[in-house]
């Protein structure tokens, strides 16, 4: 069983930066690990529905972005460590919200450079998500 655990959340001021950090452990029945799986965030504030946020391809060389966060938020991935990262900058109160990594095993007619899942039912594990507060 794929486990997903997140971690980096928390208070931070208007224009700050913060990272989190979403490590798998775990293989899937198939045996399938990490490397195998393209990552993605998403996030949802209170009383509004969930969003994309970014995703990252199997190398993490492909990524995908909501246009609210292109040029705030960048996306990676460490494979040896089998952690994918959202670091995120300038952030805004509108960023407030619980963010969730999830993974997506790679299927065999998709191409190993897409940057996935960019919506919640595309992903096959899903984490507990941790909070992220912006302050005005």
């Known amino acids: 069983q794929v486990q997903l655990v997140e971690s980096g959340g928390g208070l931070v001021q208007a224009g700050g930066s913060l990272t989190l950090s979403c490590t798998t452990s775990g293989r899937t029945t198939s045996g399938r690990t990490f490397n195998n799986y393209a990552m993605g965030w998403f996030r949802q504030a209170l009383g509004k529905e969930r969003e994309f946020v970014a995703a990252?391809?199997?190398?993490?060389?492909?990524?995908y972005y909501v246009d609210s966060v292109k040029g705030r938020f960048t996306i990676s991935r460490d494979n040896a460590k089998n952690t994918v990262y959202l670091q995120m900058n300038s952030l805004k109160p509108e960023d407030t919200a619980v963010y969730t990594c999830?993974?997506?095993?790679?299927?065999?007619?998709?191409?190993?450079?897409?940057?996935?899942?960019?919506?919640?039912?595309?992903?096959?594990?899903w984490g507990q998500g941790t909070q992220v507060t912006v302050s005005s």
């Open positions: 990252c391809s199997l190398s993490g060389y492909n990524k």
């Open positions: 999830a993974a997506r095993a790679r299927r065999s007619n998709e191409p190993l450079y897409y940057a996935g899942p960019r919506r919640w039912e595309e992903a096959d594990y």
